[in-house]
């Protein structure tokens, strides 16, 4: 399928189902096309964007005992995950000169996100809540609207929200099985074995776009638009050895792990 085919049905099209399914087969990139801002993705309209604090709230784990409040979790993730891959839909039109090896790497990342989405939806509506019941947020869709560069891309969705997402993966299926949901906590710890992948894509196209004998952490830090920085970029209970299960060198682990806010 042509890149610019996909990218443009993932953002444009409202269908879910044709969102999350499409991109089968190998990639074209023979016609990437002039380069495209898509200021909001086109959603059904039980997936709009909601208003600024309309949508729910990521439950306490105390509260995961209720499968009402584990379906919630889920529905919020299941959005977060759509919202990436409308995101990496977003950079494949906004970017169309970045480097093909680049485009057709983050495409096969995006059949990650697209089979994310379907996992949290299933499993929300499998513990009573149906995916498109609830509000959503736009928050990290409105986040990839202020990149400027394809290195903006990489220092941000994959180095801070997926990064993060080495932590909060294995938080939330420690959480899950500490009430018994022991297929919840399976599908977390699913999902943490792809975010490997996904940072380990961001942290080579950052040191294959940075300049010769520029510090990494300098240059991710230069490619930070606020309030994206370092202390989004983990969770509570740092994943060291997923991090550098990732390629991360030691010393930018060491840096990120050690970095408070004060650093700030």
Same mark, same amino acid.
């Given at each position: 399928?042509?890149?610019?085919? @996909? ?8 269908? *879910? ?37 309309? #949508? ?13 409040? +584990? ?21 494949? =039109? ?7 090896? @680049? ?12 089979? /994310?989405? +379907? ?6 509506? &499998? ?23 394809? *290195? ?8 801070? !929200? ?5 932590? /909060?993966?294995?938080?939330? #299926? ?17 999902? /943490? ?6 940072? +380990? @894509? ?20 230069? /490619? ?9 970029? &983990?969770?509570?209970? !740092?994943?060291?050895?997923? +991090? =550098? ?6 010393? !930018? ?12």
């Amino acid at each position: 399928m042509e890149l610019r085919e @996909f990218a443009e049905t993932v953002l444009l099209q409202p269908d *879910l189902d044709l969102k999350i399914s499409v991109g089968d087969g190998d990639w074209t990139d023979e016609s990437p096309g002039e380069a495209l801002r898509v200021s909001e993705p086109e959603r059904s309209a039980c997936l709009q964007f909601a208003l600024p604090r309309a #949508a729910p709230a990521m439950p306490k784990f105390g509260g995961l005992h209720e499968p009402e409040r +584990r379906a919630i979790a889920h529905h919020i993730m299941a959005n977060h995950e759509l919202q990436a891959l409308e995101a990496m839909a977003w950079t494949l =039109l906004a970017f169309p000169d970045a480097p093909q090896e @680049f485009r057709i790497g983050m495409a096969n990342i995006m059949r990650d996100e697209q089979r /994310h989405t +379907r996992m949290h939806a299933e499993r929300a509506a &499998k513990l009573g809540v149906e995916f498109g019941s609830l509000p959503v947020n736009c928050y990290i869709w409105k986040k990839v609207q202020e990149f400027q560069s394809v *290195l903006d891309y990489v220092a941000g969705l994959p180095l801070v !929200f997926e990064g993060a997402n080495l932590d /909060h993966t294995l938080e939330f #299926a420690q959480a899950f099985s500490n009430v018994g949901d022991e297929r919840s906590a399976a599908l977390m710890r699913v999902i /943490h074995r792809d975010e490997i992948e996904h940072v +380990r @894509f961001g942290w080579e196209w950052m040191n294959r776009l940075a300049e010769e004998n520029e510090e990494i952490w300098d240059v991710w830090t230069k /490619h930070l638009h606020w309030p994206l920085r370092p202390l989004k970029a &983990k969770g509570e209970q !740092f994943q060291r050895e997923a +991090r =550098l299960a990732a390629g991360m060198s030691e010393e !930018f682990v060491n840096q990120l792990e050690n970095f408070r806010s004060e650093d700030e």
